[in-house]
Each structure stands twice: as structure tokens, then as C-alpha cells.
């Protein structure tokens, strides 16, 4: 059975909670951390929602933390079926001012899809010049990652310049959960696929972000320089393959 989905609804941004929230993680004393830049402007018009935002949220102590700047989680989670594949799939632009040429992480847009409940993640991250494609398990605060025998935490990026440099590119994601697999398409085309996913995805959290990506120095955080960062999203069409009806059919004969 397939069923297709759209996460959009942009002209409801305002209303968070509704459609969409700003991400962030609990801590420790209490208090929550935004990811939120205090003079984000946003837009939306025709469907688009545009977010121009000056650089300035820091974090000392937690890389995750200092990573994203600006970013929107889906209120509704997203679940994956045991048997069968989910995409999703959206337009992004991405252009930045004060950047620094040829580094993508100084100041990137993104597609994330979290799983809260393993730590994984698949991404996309679009720049001036550059994109990147990214797997990864990471230690979000608050989540719990299942223990391994194998390397529990990780983050493998996959950079190209082969694509259109501050217009919009199609970018889509696939998983089977089943197959323990995930492929990544640029404007229709495959250009990653990882096979023998050692963690199982449960549901994704759909983020659209303003991140960097600069390793916290013994000084503290220099991810912020003066960047000005703009990101523009299509809505997001998921479509989930569910295909346990067959696999039942199939052992039941």
C-alpha cells in the first residue's frame, strides 16, 4: 500500500507546534536549547518558505549544539514500515554571504531526517559551491543509542560539486528499512548508496536547518564569523511503500 504525504503548510511557521516547531534539545539544568537565531527573517510565498539569517547562536560545550543555527522540526513524526521503503523528496536553495569559498560547512542549508529514538540520521547539506550527502549516528542529548560492538557513533560525509550553485536542486532520500538501506538522489539521479545500515530507523523527524559544522576549539566555538546564511524549501512529499501486506501474504502461502 502506498500513501504519500505532504509537509508544507509553511503559512502556518508562526504557529509553532502546529505543523512546525523550532528544533533544539532538552539539557541537563532544565532548560531547553533553541535553535533559533534571534534576527532570522522568514517568508513564504508561493509555497516557498525562505529563511535569511545572520549567524550569531553559539554553544561552548556541546558540538551538536554549536552545529545548528536556525532549524524547523515536523510536529508529526514520520513511521517506517517494517517491510517497504519511505522517500522523501523537496527543492532547496541555498546562498550565503561571507562564507568561506569552497568550505561547505562554514555555513550550509539542510535536510535532516532524525530518529530520536536511535540517534541516526540521513542528510542533505547544500552551500555556495558545494553539497554533501551524510549518514551518521550521533549522540543527540537526551537520546539513547543502542549499544554496538562496532563503531556506535559516527558521521560519513559524502561532498560533490556537481550540482546547480545557488538555485534550486531536487534532493530525495530513500530508506528500506527492511533491507537495511538507504539511497540519496541530486535532481533524479543516485549519487550514494549505503548498504548494511547497522541501526534500524523507527520514525523520522523532518528538519529544515541553517547549520554549521566547526569543531569546538579549546577555546570555545568558532563556527560564528559574520555569515549570513539563506535557505529556500519546497514543501516535502513523502511517500511510504508499505509493504507488509505482501511479505505476510507471501509467508502465509
Not at 125 to 137: H, M
Request: net charge negative; aromatic share 12%.
Amino acid at each position: 500500500m502506498v500513501q504519500q504525504r505532504v509537509f508544507g503548510d509553511f503559512h502556518t511557521i508562526l504557529s509553532e507546534g502546529e505543523v512546525w516547531k523550532i528544533g533544539g534539545f532538552p539539557l541537563p539544568d532544565g532548560t531547553f536549547w533553541e535553535y533559533r537565531e534571534p534576527d532570522a527573517v522568514i517568508i513564504v510565498r508561493n509555497g516557498i518558505l525562505y529563511v535569511r539569517a545572520p549567524l550569531s547562536r553559539q554553544n561552548d560545550q556541546i558540538q551538536i549544539l554549536d552545529n545548528a543555527k536556525h532549524m524547523y522540526y515536523s510536529v508529526e513524526k514520520v513511521k517506517v514500515p517494517d517491510h517497504g521503503v519511505v522517500d522523501f523528496e523537496l527543492q532547496i536553495r541555498a546562498r550565503s554571504v561571507n562564507t568561506v569559498p569552497n568550505d561547505l560547512y562554514d555555513g550550509y542549508v539542510s535536510l535532516n531526517l532524525l530518529d530520536f529514538t536511535t540517534g541516526a540520521a540521513l542528510d542533505f547539506f547544500a552551500g555556495n559551491d558545494k553539497y554533501a550527502s551524510v549518514y551518521a549516528v550521533l549522540p543527540f542529548p537526551g537520546v539513547e543509542v543502542p549499544p554496538s560492538d562496532k563503531t556506535r557513533y559516527f558521521c560519513i560525509f559524502k561532498e560533490d560539486t556537481n550540482f546547480k550553485p545557488r538555485e534550486f536542486n531536487t534532493y530525495k532520500i530513500t530508506y528500506d528499512r527492511g533491507n537495511d538501506e538507504a539511497v540519496f538522489y541530486l535532481n533524479g539521479t543516485e549519487i550514494r548508496r549505503e548498504k548494511n545500515i547497522p541501526i534500524k530507523f523507527n520514525e523520522f523527524t523532518i528538519a529544515l536547518g541553517i547549520m554549521t559544522e566547526k569543531d569546538i576549539s579549546p577555546e570555545g566555538s568558532v563556527s560564528v564569523h559574520g555569515q549570513v546564511v539563506t535557505a529556500e524549501y519546497s514543501p516535502v512529499t513523502v511517500t511510504i511503500d508499505d509493504r507488509s501486506e505482501n511479505k505476510r501474504a507471501v509467508e502465509e502461502e
